[in-house]
């Protein structure tokens, strides 16, 4: 696989749309990347029935596409330090999201953010060591941020993945 950088990708559809519908081969090559990202290239042909020339090009033109956007690892909150997990929705001042958004991205144990539609502006996963910790978060670090007007918060208390993959 290339090793292009984000800026060398297409750039991405705009959300909730495809660049281009994707095909039931691109799709099971997704499922089996989402499940082990580490499957090569060959492990990857064999298991979808197709030839190392066609995964390798399809690979590279999903991430060219910009539908892949990076290879990671899936760290395991609780056995990294992470033992309280929460969900924060934000109230935020009308036009400061991307004020507000690259605040958010400097705030350590924020997981993700995202921009809603509905009662709340912005919903937030973080992870944090521990209840104070998460308090720290929420009470000194986002309520600080200018342009966040209220939050609200919810303690996770179990979670899991969904049984099945979206892809196919």
């Not at 990708?9 to 099971?28: I, K, N, Q, T, Y």
Request: charged share 25%; aromatic share 6%.
């Amino acid at each position: 696989m290339s090793q292009e950088t984000e800026t060398e990708a297409a750039p991405a559809a705009p959300a909730g749309r495809s660049s281009r519908p994707l095909d039931e081969v691109d799709r099971r090559i997704l499922d089996e990347l989402v499940r082990d990202g580490r499957t090569s290239v060959r492990t990857l042909a064999e298991r979808i029935h197709i030839s190392r020339t066609n995964a390798y090009a399809r690979v590279e033109r999903l991430v060219r596409e910009g539908v892949i956007t990076g290879f990671r690892a899936q760290v395991a909150p609780e056995p990294a330090g992470l033992g309280t997990s929460a969900y924060v929705a934000l109230t935020i001042e009308q036009n400061t999201w991307r004020e507000v958004s690259a605040q958010l991205a400097q705030v350590r144990y924020i997981e993700h953010a995202a921009l809603l539609g509905g009662d709340h502006d912005v919903l937030a996963l973080v992870r944090a060591p521990d209840n104070a910790a998460l308090r720290d978060v929420v009470l000194g670090r986002i309520q600080s941020i200018p342009g966040v007007l209220s939050s609200r918060t919810w303690l996770v208390f179990e979670e899991f993945d969904g049984a099945r993959s979206p892809w196919v």
